[in-house]
């Protein structure tokens, strides 16, 4: 039988035949791991798409976006099963279409400056403004926005959910305090009174009288008990006689409550009377025309 000069050539040559039997067994090994751990790789991928998926719908309700939005790019891959990329392209839309933004706009007496410095909850976000919006989750946030030779400005932010663009306008050198040396100087040609009200007096009169009467009434509820007693009819006294001295001892009493309540209503209102800025008072002589001809009079506080 004659064989064909390439069938002689591989069979006459050793080294060649080897190479051939090892190119032959890396393919077939190769084709055998594919097939072993190609079911496993896309095991895999299915269980992250799954997960991503879940994700995305927990941190969109707790209105964490920015994450919920990452977790959406990964189950809307062309690796994830049908139902479930169409899903996660269609929350990405949506929340694409809602995610808030803001545009800082920054200003320095007038002109409007870029060398602005923002930092938001703590993370600085950008070292410069170039126009560019910024992108934040729906919720309360701290913002700061620093630029040399002004002081640092704060402000806090609620932000809602579907604001694009929102516009945040930041104004530095804004006027300044007005310096100590000023505020003492204004507060020395101001002066302030705190003037008695008219019912510190009448309430301080009250007590007054309320005191004397308890003390008279006293006085003379004890004189005629003194006299009771030296007549010796106790203690089958009149009783006309008993009820008077206890009627007078009574009133005193009630006196005393009174002149008591009295002085402390008093004293609380002018302890607690408000204070007024005072009105710089008329001083000096008055002529004003009258009735019977003309009134010479003076004016002033005393």
Request: aromatic residues 6%; proline residues 5%.
């Amino acid at each position: 039988m004659k064989r064909s000069p390439s069938l002689r050539s591989f069979i006459a040559s050793p080294v060649r035949r080897t190479q051939m039997l090892h190119a032959s067994f890396g393919a077939f090994a190769a084709l055998s791991a594919l097939a072993l751990f190609a079911p496993k790789a896309r095991a895999d991928e299915k269980a992250t798409c799954v997960g991503s998926y879940e994700r995305s719908q927990v941190l969109r309700h707790k209105g964490e976006l920015k994450k919920a939005r990452e977790e959406m790019r990964v189950c809307s891959r062309a690796v994830c099963p049908a139902l479930v990329r169409n899903d996660c392209m269609s929350w990405l839309e949506q929340v694409d279409a809602t995610y808030p933004s803001i545009v800082i706009r920054a200003e320095r007496d007038g002109a409007e400056i870029a060398s602005v410095r923002v930092t938001i909850d703590g993370d600085v976000k950008a070292t410069r403004l170039d126009g560019k919006s910024l992108e934040l989750d729906p919720g309360e946030h701290a913002l700061k926005f620093e630029t040399d030779g002004e002081t640092a400005i704060t402000m806090p932010l609620l932000i809602r959910e579907g604001e694009k663009n929102r516009v945040i306008p930041v104004r530095f050198g804004a006027a300044k305090p007005a310096s100590e040396g000023g505020a003492k100087d204004s507060a020395a040609t101001t002066s302030t009174v705190r003037p008695v009200p008219t019912g510190v007096y009448v309430f301080g009169a009250l007590g007054v009288v309320g005191i004397a009467s308890f003390a008279v009434l006293g006085a003379v509820g004890r004189g005629d008990e003194s006299s009771l007693k030296n007549t010796g009819c106790s203690p089958n006294c009149a009783q006309a006689d008993i009820d008077s001295v206890r009627t007078k001892y009574h009133m005193a009493d009630i006196s005393l409550g009174v002149g008591v309540a009295s002085l402390g209503v008093a004293a609380v209102w002018y302890a607690l009377r408000p204070t007024k800025e005072a009105t710089p008072a008329m001083t000096g002589l008055t002529v004003a025309p009258s009735s019977r001809g003309t009134m010479v009079g003076w004016q002033g506080t005393f």
